[in-house]
């Protein structure tokens, strides 16, 4: 990369044809120069990119569509493009199939019932760009091909996954080709009942959901929606009792004290919100952009309708309530020379467990000892304060886990009853985005791994099948490099070094630490490029990762890992004479798979996070490899969530560790629409200019004539395939539609004289 030095006069390229004369301010980061030109600051990107940059013609006042039509690709262009859309409030931009969409911060009227019939059964590009525009191509893909199609949904938290997600099925239930579908409404309504549930404002986002979800939506041959599947993944389970400044715990516990009538409140124990310490830990309880008791109501009405019953309605709210409670128990030293746990106060505990209709005296037992059982004699060892009030927040956590995969599988068991086999789906998976804090612990391990694994799922789709197709069917091509991020998953989770399986191995030993972990993997790992071995030594590994390098830091990895649920908690759970709650702990437990990271099944082993997470990852990859995929990249245009604020620096970030100007490249360049011979004959034939001759043709020698037809220029014909541009598609399609009503014309002429 080229390096200016400061003060050094450049001219700055913002788009095409736009050159602005520049000054080098200051030093970047990655040793890019900072380049001030009309007030605005620039990265090096645009400046390295002038270099003999001859002024071109002026892209349209509102930007392309689709930035494969950029005549200059390069980031200057891309982002410049970018930017010119979206003051122009166009959020959307296609490359090629590939649709950008730019967080507004602010509600366009786009979305309405007459947007989504404007582009039923229109291919891709034949109107503006749109979230709906992709929802029915994957509509129109499935319907004519019978295949499973997938929607990937990536961005960083804030960029707008869920809300594009969730216009995704709102577009399918309009589109969808019954009149009145109860089950699709239960689909949506299943949607608000997940957000207050699994959803939490944080710093970055009023709305963040603090879990993955990948749902699949299935269809008749009809084309009917006849139901849906929820996948969930990897809940944080932390916010549960800590959330930072600013930041909240799931929206559930603010609506249900915001909305629940005084009566109700009363039988439930509970009081204001900021009383409790699991909910007043980030000086905020209620903001601007969010209505609990309204949110509330709407959360009662979805449960309502989704058909769950009174009883079980009642024992969610009944064990919400006790996790409030359970996280006021405090606890105290005996004395002085006595420094185990003895209970402050009561009266939280007591709440806490007539609301779980659990025994007291077990819960006292259980949350200021540990049980151990040896040679079936049973032992209780006093627990210090911190190791009791870790005791407590465990089993909050568990609590709130066990009712969050209950009301998954309570979902799923009314939208997802008996399905028929011959069923296709159009599935959105929306899951959380890179991550990458000051402090990165197991949670942000697995999430940046899940994006590694979905970023080469991009690749592989986009880049690698692509042009291997390409060299077999000996088309013209030179190959475009992409980064290959395979080393970097291989390093997290390759049998049996990879560092997931070191983590898994180290939690069974019960004499290891995370100190030992850590050894283990600078032991293993030191020499590979993509691992960073701190300098000094703290407990830390750093990570090269496609989008940035990421410090982990170890502290409680080892315990984070086990996840373990005391026995003895279970028990008491399992006793309770709420039968809500003792059918969940008995539910939940038999659900759990015994299996390890090397995929074997045993009796012993417990299944741990890394271990569970990992399978489920694999086997939603395995899926989405059967489907043929749309994507959608969401980016974040600032920090402040402020409407239409486009931060260029911000958004280049994105762009580039996404790869979008490689994709732009190869989908510029690439042909990714591939149709074998008779598929395009039987398609398009009538469109050739001389039809008698096309019979005594040969299929490529017939095909090359179509396209000459309507002078066609983006394609090559292979050795049993035709590859296209979506352009060239495009531009079949329509000639295809003007002659079909051209012939209509004549057809109905004719009908109309004969009749005289
Ligand atoms: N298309 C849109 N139109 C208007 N506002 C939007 C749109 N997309 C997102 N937003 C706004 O941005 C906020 C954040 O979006 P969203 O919750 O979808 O982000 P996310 O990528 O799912 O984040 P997280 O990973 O934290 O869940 C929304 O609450 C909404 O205010």
Redesign the pocket.
């Known amino acids: 990369m080229t390096d200016f030095p400061v003060g050094t006069l450049v001219w700055v390229e913002v788009g095409e044809g736009y050159l602005l004369p520049g000054k080098v301010k200051a030093k970047g980061k990655n040793n890019n120069s900072i380049i001030e030109a009309n007030g605005k600051e620039h990265c090096i990107a645009f400046a390295q990119l002038l270099q003999g940059v001859k002024k071109r013609d002026a892209i349209p006042e509102k930007g392309m569509e689709d930035m494969i039509k950029l005549s200059q690709l390069h980031e200057g262009s891309m982002l410049y493009n970018l930017n010119l859309r979206y003051k122009h409030d166009l959020?959307y931009t296609y490359t090629g199939s590939i649709l950008i969409?730019i967080?507004?911060?602010?509600?366009?009227d786009i979305y309405n019932v007459e947007t989504a019939r404007a582009y039923e059964g229109q291919l891709l590009g034949a109107l503006p760009p749109h979230?709906f525009a992709i929802a029915n191509s994957a509509y129109m893909h499935m319907n004519a091909n019978r295949q499973n199609q997938c929607v990937v949904v990536s961005?960083?938290?804030?960029?707008?996954?869920?809300?594009?997600t969730k216009?995704i099925l709102q577009y399918l239930a309009i589109i969808n080709k019954s009149t009145h579908n109860l089950i699709t409404e239960k689909i949506l309504e299943a949607t608000p009942i997940l957000e207050s549930f699994g959803?939490a404002k944080?710093i970055?986002?009023?709305?963040?959901?603090r879990f993955g979800k990948y749902t699949e939506v299935f269809f008749d041959k009809q084309g009917c929606i006849e139901g849906a599947k929820i996948s969930d993944y990897l809940l944080e389970k932390s916010r549960i009792v800590f959330h930072a400044d600013e930041e909240r715990n799931y929206h559930v516990f603010y609506e249900m004290i915001s909305g629940l009538s005084q009566e109700h409140l009363d039988k439930l124990g509970l009081s204001a919100a900021d009383k409790y310490f699991y909910l007043n830990q980030g000086r905020g309880i209620s903001f601007e952009?969010k209505n609990d008791s309204q949110d509330f109501q709407r959360l009662n009405e979805a449960i309502d309708f989704l058909g769950i019953q009174d009883t079980e309605k009642d024992g969610v709210f009944h064990l919400l309530a006790s996790i409030l409670h359970l996280g006021n128990v405090c606890f105290r030293a005996k004395s002085k020379e006595d420094q185990f746990a003895s209970f402050k106060n009561t009266e939280a505990l007591d709440v806490c467990c007539n609301q779980l209709q659990i025994t007291k005296e077990r819960l006292r037992v259980a949350l200021t000892h540990k049980r151990t059982v040896t040679r079936g004699e049973e032992f209780h060892t006093p627990l210090l304060v911190e190791q009791a009030l870790d005791a407590r927040d465990a089993l909050a956590k568990a609590l709130y886990s066990h009712l969050f995969n209950w009301l998954v599988m309570k979902i799923n068991s009314i939208v997802y009853a008996n399905l028929p086999k011959y069923s296709v789906s159009i599935a959105v998976l929306?899951i959380?985005?890179f991550e990458m804090f000051q402090v990165n612990s197991l949670e942000q391990l697995c999430i940046n791994y899940a994006n590694e694994q979905l970023q080469y799922y991009f690749n592989e789709y986009i880049f690698h099948l692509e042009q291997q197709e390409y060299m077999k069917e000996k088309i013209d091509w030179k190959t475009i490099e992409v980064r290959d991020n395979q080393p970097c998953i291989d390093l997290i989770s390759k049998f049996p070094i990879g560092l997931l399986h070191i983590l898994d191995d180290e939690s069974h030993f019960p004499k290891s630490t995370d100190e030992s972990f850590l050894d283990k993997c600078h032991h293993e790992h030191s020499q590979n490029p993509n691992y960073i071995h701190p300098k000094q030594k703290v407990l830390v590994f750093g990570i090269r990762h496609y989008a940035g390098n990421v410090w982990y830091n170890v502290e409680y990895f080892l315990d984070k890992n086990r996840d373990v649920f005391r026995n003895d908690f279970v028990n008491i759970l399992q006793d309770s004479k709420l039968q809500f709650i003792s059918t969940i702990f008995n539910q939940t437990l038999t659900n759990q798979p015994n299996q390890t990271l090397a995929g074997t099944a045993t009796r012993k082993r417990m299944p741990t996070v890394a271990a569970k997470f990992t399978q489920s990852l694999n086997s939603l990859i395995d899926t989405m490899k059967k489907c043929h995929p749309f994507f959608v990249r969401?980016i974040k245009p600032n920090e402040d969530?402020s409407s239409l604020n486009f931060i260029e620096k911000l958004v280049l970030e994105q762009l580039r560790y996404s790869g979008m100007l490689e994709t732009i490249r190869i989908r510029k360049s690439g042909y990714p629409i591939r149709l074998d011979f008779d598929s395009f004959l039987s398609r398009f034939h009538f469109l050739a200019r001389n039809k008698e001759k096309l019979r005594e043709m040969s299929p490529k020698v017939g095909i090359s004539h179509i396209l000459k037809s309507v002078n066609a220029t983006g394609f090559q014909i292979g050795q049993s395939k035709v590859f296209l541009r979506e352009t060239t598609e495009l531009i079949l399609e329509k000639t295809k539609s003007i002659e079909i009503q051209a012939k209509c014309v004549i057809i109905q002429k004719f009908v109309f004289y004969s009749q005289l």
């Open positions: 959020i969409a967080n507004p911060y602010h509600l366009f979230i961005g960083e938290s804030g960029a707008g996954k869920t809300e594009s216009l959803n944080t970055r986002n009023d709305n963040s959901s952009s929306d959380f985005g969401c969530k």
